[in-house]
């Protein structure tokens, strides 16, 4: 199917694992986001990406890594989970830098106990 | 840096009445992008509308229309007639234009918008 699809749909993980969530595009956009959402923040961003092999911080990097080997991928890895990296995690991808606004994905709610 | 402020944290409203949601953004960019996205119980985020800092026209898409005044640095969102399916979380978002590398969202808290029978 066509579109942004994030797996999983919702997550469950124990502090110190580490855990990847996926994001594929089928558009073969250039950029992808990665942002999350907590209750009175709205969404921030985490990490994004201009193309494969590209990526650059957004305003709430830390604790999280990710890569973009191939322009339909683009998976965020925490590398030891922490409570509070616990939110919904929302992917994008933008055809253009962004200027007309994203595409999301369904989201990943992810807990860490 | 960009800031965007929803000061409605919540509305509550019965169906049939007009709701206004206000969305103040802060910007030193002359190129600007403002959006609006809803976000229904079911979770997703949907795109709702584009501004773009040179075009103050107001917009009206069926019950849904868009104020934007660059002298008060908003961009505020009227639903007319509210039904229950307008029930969400509503979210204002600004992007500034950044020649060779991407334009970032910088997203309001949200309004929850409840429409009641």
């Known amino acids: 199917d066509a579109g942004i699809t994030q797996s999983p749909r919702y997550k469950i993980t124990e502090t110190g694992r580490q855990v990847t969530l996926m994001c594929h595009q089928t558009w073969s956009h250039s950029y992808m986001f990665w942002y999350r959402q907590d209750l009175g923040h709205g969404l921030r961003l985490i990490y994004y990406s201009a193309a494969a092999d590209i990526t650059d911080k957004g305003e709430v990097p830390d604790g999280y890594v990710v890569s973009r080997s191939k322009t339909e991928n683009f998976p965020l890895t925490l590398e030891s989970a922490t409570r509070s990296q616990t939110s919904v995690y929302f992917c994008a991808s933008s055809q253009d830098r962004g200027n007309y606004g994203y595409t999301f994905g369904s989201g990943t709610r992810l807990t860490v106990v | 840096a960009q800031k965007v402020t929803q000061a409605q944290t919540e509305i509550s409203v019965v169906e049939k009445e007009d709701v206004t949601l206000d969305c103040v953004y802060e910007?030193?960019?002359?190129?600007?992008?403002l959006f609006w996205y809803k976000q229904p119980p079911s979770g997703e985020l949907v795109f709702l509308i584009r501004r773009n800092s040179f075009d103050e026209q107001n917009e009206i898409s069926g019950r849904y229309s868009w104020n934007f005044q660059k002298s008060t640095s908003s961009f505020n969102f009227t639903i007319t007639a509210s039904q229950v399916v307008d029930s969400a979380v509503y979210f204002c978002?600004?992007?500034?234009?950044?020649?060779?590398?991407?334009?970032?969202?910088?997203f309001g808290t949200g309004t929850r918008l409840q429409v009641t029978l």
């Open positions: 978002a600004l992007s500034a234009y950044s020649p060779g590398t991407a334009s970032k969202l910088t």
């Open positions: 910007t030193r960019d002359t190129t600007y992008y």
